[in-house]
């Protein structure tokens, strides 16, 4: 089963660009449906509001349960003391699976991490070049998974690339994706250096096109064990982690002071057996 780890759907609200305009399925289905690419990780373009934003993504993803898996995006700075509130209803009432960041927006904060603590998701996290930021990460939180989009930069840098890699050889909750990366040494690198249990698939779609990325990863001659890996295997593995009760109450010490935030959270451990989110064995290669 192939997985792409990193798909956007939906529609921004900013209009600057293509990025925070829209982000239309339509195109990008198809594309993927023909090149095998059986389930895709969807989550928001940029937008002012990304709870209203998830909710977007939620009713995309229900339309096509079967092809799409929601990620909850979330603005580190300006959603602080909601964050547990906003992954909370993500995870519980519409089964996503995992936080994005991009830090465009803001680089993650102790609350984001320790909300992905609480309910075992991974994070990607976009660092915009600055790799260094893996390295604060990681350290801190050695039990949240970062995954790091387009080996560290969309542009190409090769310094980037090549930190990533070292970290993804580093630190063992480390991981990359393959979107948007051009200089194809990095993901041969990755590969050899980090293992490929440490890359993923992911089409940065509906912009790249989805064949195109993943033909790079076919044309890094994997053995067939080693590019089931990097093609679902390892965002399915991380996706699975998620824990059927969270744990909420370290969540509610650490993540933040406020009484606001300390009310959503209590209202989230007495919440019903429904926060469970549904089970990743149809994902399981």
Known sequence: MIIDCHCHAGKGDRMTAPWNTDAPLGPYLRRARAAGIDRTVVFAPFHSDYARANAEVARIVARAPDRLIGFAFVHADRDAGRILNMVGRAV??????GIKVHGRDAMPTREVCEVARAFGLPVLVDVIGQAHVVDM??????????????LGSFSGDWRAHQQVVDQMTRHTNVYGDTSGVYRFDYLEM???QAGPEKLLFGSD???LHPAAELHKVKLLGLAAADERLVLGGNIARLMGRA??????????????ARPSERAAVEKLIHSDPALAPPSLADYQL
């Open 92 to 97: 519980r009432d519409w089964g996503f699976r």
């Open 137 to 150: 990460l990681a350290p801190q939180y050695p039990d949240v998974d970062f995954i790091i989009p387009h």
């Open 190 to 192: 990755a590969v050899r």
């Open 205 to 207: 779609g509906p912009w």
């Open 243 to 256: 824990r059927p009760r969270p744990a909420l109450r370290p969540a509610l010490a650490r993540a933040t």
